[in-house]
């Protein structure tokens, strides 16, 4: 498994979300807050479970990942609202929203470094 590639699917949400603000259409709120549909979520409650979830790095991970996770349905119900400016407002630098993926991307490095993939 290709961790950087995951983190990178998982930032190709703000394009998404961005997009979907300036379209002015609906997501799916709960395709978003499912936590094993990314390729990310995936691997962690699959393989990454099975092979490395005895070590201590593995937690914060799926810990971050759901976090991460949870911060995306916030704004995804932003903008099946209507509430573009506020969706848009989350998704800037320093938001829950960009902290959260921040610390995912610092989990899954601590993550990839003790399992040495």
Do not use: S
Request: net charge positive; with cysteine.
């Amino acid at each position: 498994m290709n961790l950087e590639e995951a983190l990178a699917k998982d930032a190709e949400m703000k394009p998404k979300l961005l997009a979907a603000i300036n379209g002015k259409y609906e997501l799916d709120a709960k395709g978003v807050a499912k936590l094993d549909a990314c390729m990310l979520g995936n691997w962690l409650h699959g393989e990454g479970e099975r092979r490395f979830r005895f070590l201590k790095h593995y937690r914060p991970c799926i810990d971050a990942h759901a976090a991460f996770h949870a911060e995306l349905e916030k704004v995804v119900r932003q903008i099946n609202l209507g509430e573009y400016e506020q969706a848009q407002g989350m998704l800037a630098n320093g938001t829950p929203c960009t902290k959260a993926f921040v610390a995912l991307v610092g989990a899954v490095r601590q993550l990839k470094a003790e399992a040495r993939l």
